[in-house]
């Protein structure tokens, strides 16, 4: 069984948020992390490996430096690093970024692709299901657990699914997003550290994509175009206010729920 896991280095927010002028992230600027979602896919991936013996390739999209982050996926034990880099290819929206990563897929053997539910850098979930879309498989999103029948070619997934969950099963080859509470990601270990340093990472550009349009790539392919955007405004310091009773306490705050319309 082969496995592409697709991952992606996202901003560290604890070190900041920079942006370029143009809207889009600084992402050279800012300190940089795997994506938690797309972190728990590994880990489901890398379990099945451990079970049927499959082969894991890590794909990831971005800047030279995200090399560190399928250093860290051989670490954790995948096999292959593909990483798909190049100028043309920078501030891509989701679209321009599905379009992307679908043609570098194109260029390989698979049963099952994982990605993230989401990116925290986006929010969006959209990427996940657009590559499914771009490449015609079927998908199965927000994964909270994933068992593959290999002999019958299957993927089941519990998916999560507001308060309660749907169990839903596919042939394969098929795509699943994950959940970060889909499993606890193991940590590296010392040997699979050194050894991570050992391994050769592919890198693809523009030239490597199959079957792309120059027309969906990069920020002149993404039809989605950022008006504004900034770090989090700081929020002024609240109305402080001293009352001699509960009575009174319960009538202020009363008259504010009032005044706000929440009651």
Same mark, same amino acid.
């Given at each position: 069984m082969k496995i592409v896991v697709c991952v992606k280095q996202v901003p560290d927010t604890k070190g900041g948020v920079k942006f370029k002028p143009d809207g889009t992230l600084d992402r050279g600027a800012m300190l940089a992390i795997m994506n938690p979602d797309d972190k728990a896919g590994l880990e489901a991936a890398l379990r099945l490996k451990d079970q049927y013996g499959a082969e894991v390739t890590v794909l990831t999209m971005g800047l030279p430096k995200a090399e560190a982050v399928l250093r860290e996926a051989f670490a954790m034990g995948a096999d292959k690093g593909i990483l798909v880099t190049d100028r043309v290819l920078g501030g891509a929206d989701t679209w321009a970024t599905s379009s992307t990563i679908a043609g570098a897929i194109r260029n390989l053997e698979y049963d099952l692709i994982i990605t993230g539910r989401q990116a925290i850098d986006g929010d969006t979930a959209q990427v996940g299901p657009q590559i499914s879309e771009h490449l015609n498989l079927p998908v199965i999103s927000y994964a909270e657990e994933i068992k593959v029948d290999e002999k019958a070619k299957t993927v089941e997934v519990k998916r999560q699914f507001e308060d309660r969950y749907h169990i839903v099963k596919a042939k394969m080859p098929c795509l699943v997003t994950a959940l970060s509470e889909l499993n606890e990601p193991r940590y590296m270990t010392?040997?699979?550290?050194?050894?991570?340093?050992? @391994?050769?990472?592919?890198?693809? $550009?523009?030239?490597?994509?199959?079957?792309?349009?120059?027309?969906?790539?990069?920020? !002149?392919?993404?039809?989605?175009?950022?008006?504004?955007?900034?770090? !989090?405004?700081?929020? $002024?310091?609240?109305? @402080?206010?001293?009352?001699?009773?509960?009575?009174?306490?319960?009538?202020?705050?009363?008259?504010?729920?009032?005044?706000?319309?929440i009651v």
């Open positions: 010392p040997g699979g550290i050194f050894d991570a340093f050992e @391994k050769e990472v592919t890198v693809w $550009g523009r030239a490597d994509l199959k079957d792309v349009d120059d027309s969906n790539l990069g920020l !002149k392919g993404s039809p989605t175009q950022i008006a504004k955007a900034s770090d !989090k405004v700081k929020k $002024g310091q609240g109305e @402080k206010v001293v009352l001699d009773s509960a009575d009174e306490a319960v009538e202020y705050l009363m008259g504010k729920l009032v005044e706000k319309h």
